[in-house]
């Protein structure tokens, strides 16, 4: 697998297929919650989607806060995704990420809830 250069973490260029890909097959909960995030509607803030950060696509990501947002499905109750998923989450933080996570069944129950838990890591 190819890795980061040290001068390059968001959006490397071998991912560019790979995000486009997921871009274009949003998830139902994914593109639910996109259509609240797009275009600076919450807060302000501008979030991108399939957006890779060293050698890991997420979700959403918000620059200006640094904010990942993750949706998970079934898949990730199993136990080595979930294993996958920690260790992505330690790499992702030790490069001054937060990341908040939701099950896809709550974007579906409680949008408000969800934008509001996403507003409250907001650093200001």
Known sequence: MPTVRDNQINNVSYLKGRRKGLR????????????ELKGGKLAGRKFRRQHSIANYI?????PVEKLIVELDGEVHN??????HDFERDERL??????????????VFKDMEGVLMVIVENFRE
């Open 24 to 35: 274009n097959n949003l998830t139902p909960a994914e593109a639910m919650l996109w259509n």
């Open 58 to 62: 997420v979700d959403f990501y918000c």
């Open 93 to 106: 933080r030790s490069l001054g990420n937060r990341i908040v996570r939701f099950e896809n069944k709550i």
């Open 78 to 83: 199993d136990a080595m995704q979930s294993a």
